[in-house]
């Protein structure tokens, strides 16, 4: 079956780093596009940084540029997110997610705590 596994999240210092891992199965991974949201208390899920099914084409959200890097390794269905200089406001839950065409499938979510 279908599985979408996040994995890396902690708790930071401010300025710290945290690499984030999702690691997928039961579905041809190197066609999907794959996608790093977060949630904060309180708040609306947002998109965070997303990637082509090649890798080849990375967004972000404006918020994250210059300090977080998605990335992935179809060879090992696993996708990251390398996250730099994190501040409290990156403190949220992240999720992965997969989307081709109409399907889409979400993992449970890992914590990030940036707080000193």
């Known amino acids: 079956q279908v599985q979408v596994v996040e994995s890396g999240g902690g708790l930071v210092q401010p300025g710290g780093r945290l690499r984030l891992s999702c690691v997928a199965s039961?579905?041809?991974?190197?066609?999907?596009?794959m996608r790093w949201y977060r949630q904060a208390p309180g708040k609306e899920r947002e998109l965070v940084a997303a990637i082509s099914s090649t890798g080849g084409s990375t967004n972000y959200a404006d918020s994250v540029k210059g300090r977080f890097t998605i990335s992935r390794d179809n060879a090992k269905f696993t996708v990251y997110l390398q996250m730099n200089s994190l501040k409290p406001e990156d403190t949220a839950v992240y999720y992965c997610n997969a989307n081709w065409a109409v399907n889409e499938y979400w993992g449970q979510g890992t914590q990030v705590a940036v707080s000193s």
């Open positions: 039961g579905f041809t991974f190197s066609i999907y596009a």
